[in-house]
């Protein structure tokens, strides 16, 4: 009788994770005029004054704004002189997100695995001191003329980086319950979806999580496809979006045009009380898209129990959506500047960790509608 013995049980193999990231750092935008920027993210979405850096702190070209909420940074930044690559950004596309700083223990090592895997070098790994310590910074281009930039901070304690000195305003408005970023989507150009995916697989070491085509995401008269990419520990969501062809004009067509290229399209922010946050940010002036009423009539169908109650979502235009894991609460604002460009998204997620692919229906709806008001449809 032969005897086999079984082969110790090996570990599943785990690859180390070769980019492994804390979150994100910031998001910075290039923006016509800073000062204004900060004034109305500052009045409009509760943003907190943070740190300032321009010629009064040694910069010569630009001058920056970095306002916090939570875990939410953003820098806004503007040109001050003509001829430089931020001022060709500005013309280009007009106000926009350049940068997703992303945190990391090892800067130097998010550079080196990143581009020894493809990523095209914006910064080379580079070590900026102050009397609060030691920031190091780099960073590789994505798509469009959007960058990564690899933020490790461990060994700094001054308020935002060396070259910011802390912001102090009288004019200080409460915050709106913004928490952090939970996704920050990409628009990117016909048949480019897949190739970026590819980007985020083989230089960032991401996953496609969720995939979505033109029949989950399409109205009578246009579609969009979208791919979610994830990394390893869930902390980074990037979807990227790709037109898709449509009776009429696609919602990614439009952006495109008119950002003159590819970029990110929104930003989206988690909330712990999603009513109490837009309440606050409607009374702010915040604009939302408008939900046509009969959105609601079939809702407590389809997503059962949920511990809001429905009149009030109703009321703000919240959407709902199910899934396997719980439910989630979304909405999303009007673009932020006249270009149909970039725009926010408020979040609540109760259990789900999924996107609302039921109320893209709804939502597209929404959005041509205000397409077809611009004459873009
Ligand atoms: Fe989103």
Not at 76 to 81: A, D, E, G, S, W
Not at 152 to 168: A, C, D, L, S, T
Not at 203 to 210: D, H, T
């Amino acid at each position: 009788m032969q005897t086999t013995i079984a082969a110790p049980k090996k570990a599943p193999a785990v690859e180390a994770d070769f980019l492994p990231l804390q979150g994100t750092d910031y998001i910075e935008f290039y923006v016509g005029n800073a000062r204004q920027a900060a004034h109305f993210y500052k009045t409009a979405f509760g943003f907190q004054s943070l740190a300032y850096s321009g010629p009064e702190t040694g910069t010569k070209d630009r001058a920056s704004y970095a306002i916090c909420q939570n875990k939410l940074t953003f820098v806004l930044t503007t040109p001050i002189r003509p001829n430089n690559p931020i001022a060709d950004h500005i013309a280009k596309h007009g106000d926009g997100v350049k940068a997703i700083a992303l945190k990391v223990e090892d800067a130097t090592s998010a550079w080196n695995e990143t581009t020894k895997r493809g990523g095209k070098s914006f910064m080379k790994p580079t070590t900026l001191t102050d009397d609060d310590g030691e920031l190091v910074m780099s960073g590789i281009h994505t798509y469009g003329e959007v960058v990564h930039l690899f933020i490790e901070r461990e060994n700094y304690n001054g308020v935002f980086m060396p070259g910011f000195r802390k912001w102090e305003s009288v004019y200080n408005p409460p915050e709106a319950g913004l928490l952090y970023c939970d996704h920050c989507v990409g628009n990117v150009g016909w048949n480019q979806m897949n190739p970026w995916v590819k980007f985020y697989e083989d230089v960032m070491g991401f996953r496609n999580i969720l995939s979505f085509d033109d029949k989950d995401i399409s109205t009578e008269y246009s579609a969009l496809m979208s791919k979610v990419m994830s990394n390893g520990n869930g902390f980074v969501k990037f979807p990227i979006n790709e037109p898709a062809e449509g009776k009429k004009k696609s919602q990614v067509e439009e952006y495109l045009e008119f950002y003159n290229g590819e970029g990110v399209q929104h930003v989206a922010i988690a909330t712990k009380d999603i009513v109490k946050t837009v309440t606050d940010l409607q009374k702010r002036g915040v604009e939302f898209l408008n939900i046509p009423s009969t959105y609601y009539d079939t809702l407590p169908d389809r997503v059962g129990h949920i511990d809001e109650d429905f009149e009030p979502l109703k009321r703000l235009g919240i959407l709902v959506d199910r899934d396997d894991e719980g439910y989630l609460l979304q909405i999303f604002t009007k673009p932020v500047e006249d270009r149909p460009t970039l725009f926010f998204e408020i979040i609540q997620r109760k259990g789900a960790k999924s996107f609302g692919k039921g109320n893209f229906k709804a939502l597209f709806e929404a959005l041509e509608k205000e397409q077809e008001a611009r004459g873009n449809l």
